[in-house]
């Protein structure tokens, strides 16, 4: 089997204060890749920068998009990027404000449609391949009380994904996503804070169990690399069968 490798190679990780994103680079950092962290939490990006000495910290708030031109504009060359960053704020149909659905879209998706532009155009000016991964959910594809603008900002990264994959695929840039069940990191933990929902849920999934945090980041790593090299314009689904059901 081939191993995964990625010495050479500089990543791009957005959301890698915390879970999945924080995993992420800690695993690309392990794998020999040079990775810059971006997180609007300082205080992550400096235990990060301990834990994995030659990370590149990035602090920046990507809902904002001067602050983010400013921050990621000349990141330099990058050949991996993860589209992690999101924010996930629960509310019901009725009662999202304006606010609420901007700061949802800014984050969960504007972002993804900016940082993914700096990031290829540096690729398609240096005339080398790239893949980029963008974390999306299975609420993609499926409904879950009082996340509708979370939802709806997911079910729009499915077709950027798509659009991505078609007008940069002739550069040699695969884009893919993953799209996860509940993972229990701090921002799933306040999505389904109710116990009894949440063992309800874990039942309808056919493995009986939500997604491990390293279930996720393995299944990036795949597609960051040539593993998953005739892959792209679509999303795996993390989801312990939940779709099947």
């Known amino acids: 089997m081939m191993q995964l490798n990625f010495h050479g190679l500089k990543a791009l990780v957005t959301g890698a204060g915390k879970g999945i994103g924080r995993d992420t680079v800690k695993v690309l950092h392990a794998l020999g890749a040079r990775v810059v962290a971006v997180s609007r939490t300082n205080a992550d990006l400096v235990s990060l920068s301990k834990e994995c000495p030659g990370v590149e910290p990035v602090c920046v708030d990507l809902g904002d998009w001067e602050a983010t031109e400013r921050a990621l504009g000349s990141v330099g060359p990058v050949d991996l990027l993860v589209n992690n960053a999101a924010v996930a704020l629960t509310y019901p149909f009725l009662e999202t404000t304006k606010e609420v659905f901007d700061r949802s879209f800014n984050v969960n998706l504007r972002s993804v449609f900016q940082v993914s532009q700096i990031v290829a155009r540096g690729m398609i000016d240096r005339g080398v391949p790239g893949s980029i991964v963008n974390v999306s959910s299975m609420v993609a594809h499926v ?101 099947a059901s």
Do not use: W
Not at 182 to 206: S, Y
């Open 143 to 243: 409904t879950f009380p009082n996340l509708a603008a979370y939802s709806c900002t997911k079910g729009g990264m499915t077709m950027l994904t798509k659009a991505m994959a078609m007008e940069l695929g002739p550069h040699k840039i695969r884009v893919n996503s993953v799209n996860p069940t509940v993972v229990l990191t701090a921002m799933g933990k306040h999505v389904t804070a109710d116990p009894e929902v949440l063992r309800k849920l874990k039942e309808r999934h056919p493995l009986q169990k939500f997604a491990e945090v390293e279930d996720v980041v393995n299944s990036i790593l795949f597609l960051l690399s040539d593993l998953s090299a005739s892959t792209s314009g679509f999303g795996i689904l993390v989801d312990g069968g939940y779709l």
